[in-house]
């Protein structure tokens, strides 16, 4: 499974700082919403939101992994979004989060969304990544980034 597969550039986003999280998952939700018009925006919205109140997906090292499943998708999607000056995700190591993977899934009986998150999980376990990810000017800086990292993880 490659990361690759559930990624194109224009679902990577330049966001300016928003005002704080339900902000930023607003917006972003949006632009998902552009994106693919057969899901529900709201029900998705609803579903990141119920997530973040059991567990913020805040993970540290300025990364979240919000995620969540939404009828209308044929397949999982990463959502990669640049979060300009950071946003407070209440992330489990107080800092600001920069870098957002969010990971969204038709509901399903197989892994395939846990092993998604489980190779996000690696590949922001390097901190040469996440510099990477953080001085990245642009989308395709940022995708060239992320099937960079995608190689290295076979």
């Known amino acids: 499974m490659h ?5 194109s550039e224009d679902l990577i986003f330049i966001i300016p700082g928003p005002k704080n999280k339900l902000d930023f998952l607003e917006t ?20 990141l939101i119920k ?20 009828e209308g998708l044929q397949k999982s999607h990463c959502v990669i979004a640049k979060v300009l000056g950071g946003v407070d995700f209440d992330a489990l190591d107080g800092a600001l989060v920069h870098t957002i993977f969010l990971l969204i ?13 489980a190779r996000i999980a690696r590949f922001v376990m390097s901190p040469t990544f996440i510099q990477r990810m953080a001085s990245a000017q642009d989308t ?5 980034s992320l099937v960079e990292e995608d190689s290295r993880h076979v």
């Open 51 to 70: 997530r973040e109140e059991e567990v913020s997906t805040g993970i540290g090292h300025g990364v979240a992994i919000p995620h969540a499943t939404v």
């Open 105 to 117: 899934s038709p509901p399903e009986p197989g892994g395939v969304h846990l092993r998604l998150l």
């Open 28 to 47: 972003l939700v949006a632009r998902v919403k552009d994106r693919f018009p057969r899901i529900d925006e709201r029900a998705l919205f609803d579903r």
């Open 140 to 144: 395709a800086e940022i995708y060239a």
């Open 3 to 7: 990361l690759k597969d559930y990624i």
